[in-house]
């Protein structure tokens, strides 16, 4: 087709598509200049506007790096990241949430009962559950990667006081599917902001914060892994998170207790007298596809 017009000009890019393109590219593809060009068509989109929208992706761009994802974060912040969890969320396990950037491999082996609090400061939290199938039996070494914040709001990597594995850790848990860990309560925080993706939050007159979290990914043969969070249900970003991944049923109450109630059989047991917050979450894994 030579004569290309505003009303065409979408069919024609589908026609400029070689006839043996793979079918599933020529769908998302297909799909994705569709949308861009109705959406450019809809709010006539003005040369000035196409070129801060070029300038932002070069600004992601130029600060990405290893250890920061921008194209990342501007996916989170959009939604985008969230939906597309959603999307693939089983509805019979626990919905998934937002993996961010703050994961770490090689997290050290933290046995069932740990600690992971340690000399660092913030209220204690004691974390339990049992990693369950859909039908409600355990599942029996199902692997559990955990990751959080300090009390300071940061995570290890980010902060030059904590080591490199502060507030992570891989636990594997035994026959009757349970987990427990001690750790600090996480508090809020906010995604970094000081880039083109906190520019594009306060053009929209948004916060960078997002509401405290436990984040978790579980593992186990023959189950899809599931990447989560968990989060108590006094935060006053609960309703905002600027990630979007809050879902009702990773909302939990911290519940304070004496320090008379401390349960036996975990590392620290004995050492605790001052009152402690207790969550108990049960994750459910759906089957592998
Ligand atoms: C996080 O929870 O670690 C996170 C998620 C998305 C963007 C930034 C941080
Ligand atoms: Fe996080």
Redesign the pocket.
């Known amino acids: 087709m030579r004569t290309v017009t505003k009303d065409n000009i979408t069919d024609v890019f589908m026609a400029y598509l070689a006839e043996d393109t793979d079918p599933r590219m020529r769908e998302v593809m297909g799909a994705m200049v569709k949308h861009l060009h109705d959406f450019a068509r809809e709010v006539n989109l003005t040369h000035e506007e196409w070129r801060t929208g070029i300038a932002f992706l070069e600004g992601c761009a130029a600060v990405e790096t290893p250890d920061r994802h921008e194209f ?2 501007a996916s ?2 959009l939604g985008l ?1 969230s939906l597309v969890d959603m999307l693939h969320s089983s509805a019979e396990a626990t919905s998934s949430s ?5 994961h770490v491999s090689g997290a050290p082996a933290l046995e069932v009962g740990g600690d992971m609090k340690r000399h660092y400061g913030g209220p204690l939290l004691l974390a339990e559950g049992t990693i369950r199938d859909t039908d409600g039996n355990p599942i029996a070494g199902a692997e559990l990667d955990i990751w959080q914040t300090a009390h300071n709001g940061l ?1 290890a990597s980010q902060d030059e006081e904590q080591d490199t594995y502060s507030f992570h850790g891989l636990m594997t848990v035994g026959e009757d599917g349970r987990y427990a860990f001690t750790t600090v309560k996480p508090v809020e925080y906010t ?2 902001s000081d880039g083109p993706v906190g520019d594009i939050l306060r053009a929209c007159g948004r916060h960078p914060w ?1 509401p405290s ?1 436990l ?1 978790y990914i579980i593992k186990a043969p023959g189950f899809k892994t599931l990447v989560t ?1 968990i989060f108590p249900d006094d935060d006053p970003y609960l309703d905002h998170d600027t ?1 979007f ?1 809050v879902r009702d049923d990773l909302v939990m109450t911290y519940v304070e207790k004496p320090g008379s109630d401390f349960p036996d059989g975990m590392a620290i047991s004995g050492q605790v007298s001052d009152p402690f917050l207790h969550v108990e979450f049960d994750v459910v894994l759906a089957c592998a596809d």
Do not use: A, I, K
């Open positions: 990342v974060l989170d912040v990241s937002v993996l961010g950037p703050f995570y995604v970094p997002r979290h984040h969070e990630v991944g």
